[in-house]
């Protein structure tokens, strides 16, 4: 029996290439605003997703009416732009070897055993909460622990003296942070506290601070769905650098150009120099490596 679509699948392949702008009766689709994304979607990062799809449609447009525009001059019969054409050729065809070929190869219990390995890999690091009060004097920072440790709430504290713009308003509060996100005096202050105690003041560049460390605790490894598309990435980029190499070797490959050729040789020898080297080294360390004698075995008791 011959398998047709569900009327839902249908539904699903129509919404994903919907038509949805015609200039002169031609339309403009889903998956080609979704080309323009990938191509502009930085820039307009900070638009609603409203106005983004507004602004990439309108981009779409002019994109359209300036190609029709060179089409009636005949733009597209010149030598320059069927060279042009020919390199976005190529690089189109690459870009789908790596995302379908390369990228698409990829296995995703290949990269969660990369994962696992660098988790075991991972020393736990701690990450700290915390409030803090920052103030123009010693004098001022003194007169403010004063009235912590005597029972006043911190955080108001914080909003009525900080001169923080950033946390005052939140009380203080600065979140969760890991060791070498704040500076080495406060940092060093925080490393020395228990949660709930507060610390003598400090000086940096800032002024003075009171500080109320409200948690310390380990922090928590990324998840693999955290850090999947970067590990496939990498994995991909590995087996383009294998292809790539493996395709040069089988290619014939002569530089022309003097100056590439010149450069290309020197930075070959370079290279070769460097891995050289690096042999030497190894090979090296490899002699230099003493194992430690075998442990003696026990002596035979006396009968």
């Known amino acids: 029996m011959l398998a047709l679509p569900t009327p839902a699948a249908v539904a699903q392949e ?17 998956s080609q605003l979704k080309l323009a994304e990938e191509e502009i979607g930085s820039e307009l990062n900070s638009l609603p997703e409203n106005d983004k799809r507004r602004a990439l449609a309108e981009y779409l447009i ?10 009636a001059e005949k733009l597209d019969e010149t ?3 069927k060279n042009y054409m020919a390199y976005l050729n190529q690089r189109a065809l690459r870009e789908q070897y790596f995302e379908k070929s390369l990228k698409g190869a990829v296995d995703e219990e290949e990269a969660k055993k990369i994962y696992f ?26 007169e403010i622990r004063a009235k912590v440790v005597g029972g006043e709430d911190f955080a108001k504290l914080a909003k ?17 942070f890991g060791v070498g996100q704040m500076l080495p005096e406060f940092e060093n202050a925080i490393l020395k506290l228990k949660a709930g105690d507060i610390s003598e003041p400090i000086k ?19 998840t693999f ?3 999947r598309d970067n590990i496939i990435n990498s994995l991909a980029i590995h087996k383009a650098q294998e292809k790539s190499s493996d395709l040069r070797n089988k290619a014939k490959i002569e530089y022309v150009d003097p100056e590439i050729k010149k450069t290309v040789e020197e930075h070959n020898k370079k290279r070769e120099e460097a891995l050289a080297a690096a042999r030497k080294q190894a090979e090296e360390a490899k002699k230099n490596d003493v194992s430690p004698p075998p442990a003696a075995a026990p002596a035979e008791e006396k009968k």
Do not use: C
């Open 79 to 81: 030598a320059e732009f």
């Open 225 to 227: 769905e955290q850090v």
């Open 62 to 71: 002019d994109n359209t009416l300036f190609a029709n525009a060179a089409l």
């Open 117 to 142: 390995s660098r988790l075991k890999q991972m020393r736990p690091e701690e990450e700290f909460s915390a409030r803090h009060i920052l103030v123009n004097s010693e004098d001022k920072a003194k």
């Open 160 to 176: 009525e003296n900080s001169i923080d713009p950033v946390s005052k308003e939140d009380g203080g509060d600065l979140g969760y």
């Open 14 to 30: 129509a919404a994903v290439d919907a038509v949805v702008v015609t200039i002169d009766g031609k339309p403009i689709t889903q």
């Open 204 to 222: 940096t560049a800032y002024g003075w601070h009171v500080i109320k460390l409200e948690d310390r605790r380990k922090k928590a490894p990324p």
